[in-house]
C-alpha cells in the first residue's frame, strides 16, 4: 500500500501479512529537516586531508589524494588553522558512535552557501589559496561545478549551508542496511581549536539547538518503530535507503 494513503504516488509500504494496526498516524511530514553532508562533487582526494602538527604560519597538511573519484597529486604544504574541521566520513559512523578521524578543508561561505570570494581568500587566507590552486583545472572540470557554479570561485562545495556549520547535529549513514543515529558536537582540537564536525555527503544530518534536543531526537531515530518504518517503504542498502527524505512520512 502507498505509506502515504492520500498521495497514491508515495513509495509503496511493505508490511507483514498478520499486522493490522493502522500506520497513518505515524506517517507524515517531520517538523525537522534533513539534509546531505558536504559534497566535494568528486574532488575528495583535495579537501580530505590529513592534520600533521603545527608549523610557522598554520598548520601542516597532507591531502588524501586516493580518496576521490580523480587522480589527485600528493601535497604536503601549510595552510591557516581556520578553514580545517574535522571531517566525519561513512566508515567513521555507526550506531550512537561518531569518530572523525580526517579533516577537510572548507573554503566556503556557509550562509551564502558558496565558494568565499577569491579577493577575500587570497588576502585572508593565502597560503589556503595556494593549495587549492594547484588543483585549479581540476576542480574547474567537476561536472557539477561546470553545470550550477562556473560563475562562483572555482574551489565552490556543494551541500553547505548554515546547518552544516550548526555545531549540534544528528547524522545517520545513507545506504546502510538500517538507520545508525549519533550525535555529533564540537570537537576541542589542539591545533584548531573548538570546531563543529562536517559530515560528508553519504551522510545525512540534523542540526538542533542544543545536545539534549539532538540526543532525544537520536534515541528517536535509532527507535525500533522509526526503524521498522523506514525498512518497511526503502530497501536496505539502496541509493535511496536514509535519505533526507524519509522525514517526509515520519
Known sequence: EPIDAARPGSPWLVRPRDLHRPLGELVGPSDYTARLGANSAGANGV?????????????RIRNLAEAGRREVESVECVVEPDLLFPLLRWGDLARYRARPAAHILMPQDFETRTGLPEDILKARYPKTFAYLARFEPLLRRRAAYRRYQEDRPFYSMYNVGPYTANGVKVAWRRMDTRLTPA???PINHPLLGWRPVIPQETCVLIDCDTADEAHYLCALVGSALVGFLVGAHSVAGGKGFGTPGILEFI
Open 47 to 59: 579537501y580530505w586531508v590529513e592534520v600533521l602538527g603545527p608549523a610557522e604560519g598554520g598548520v
Open 183 to 185: 550525535v555529533l558536537e
